[in-house]
């Protein structure tokens, strides 16, 4: 079993940045593709940004591309999203996600087969 939670949510003016953290119990992090997601209500889950179990490899959605950067670091058990250029639309509650097949790496919700709890992001206009 993998427990994730997300922290640095919080509410920022547009313009404005946050960076949110995911860090993941167990001794097997370092070989999961680890996804953010955001989720507004009554709207379906969205990939934002992936990365590999490397960090070698990243990839994002098109609206956050330029604005996000996902990185990881695999002693700390940790996955960060840096959130620049914030918009409005960009207000959500997010999500990390670990996928635990090696390798994979999806932009489906549902090839992920462990989530946080969430952590709300608000950007005023």
């Known amino acids: 079993q993998v427990q994730l939670v997300e922290t640095g949510g919080g509410l920022v003016q547009a313009g404005g940045s946050l960076r949110l953290s995911c860090t993941a119990s167990?001794?097997?992090?370092?070989?999961?593709?680890m996804g953010w997601f955001r989720q507004t209500p009554g709207k379906e889950r969205e990939f934002v940004a992936g990365?590999?179990?490397?960090?070698?490899?990243?990839y994002y959605a098109d609206s956050v591309k330029g604005r996000f950067a996902i990185s990881r670091d695999n002693a700390k058990n940790t996955v960060y999203l840096q959130m620049n250029s914030l918009k409005p639309e960009d207000t959500a509650v997010y999500y990390c996600?670990?996928?635990?097949?090696?390798?994979?790496?999806?932009?489906?919700?549902?090839?992920?087969?462990?989530w946080g709890q969430g952590t709300q992001v608000t950007v005023s206009s």
């Open positions: 996600a670990a996928d635990v097949r090696f390798g994979r790496m999806e932009v489906v919700s549902t090839y992920y087969d462990y």
């Open positions: 990365i590999s179990w490397s960090g070698g490899s990243t």
């Open positions: 167990g001794r097997t992090f370092s070989t999961y593709t």
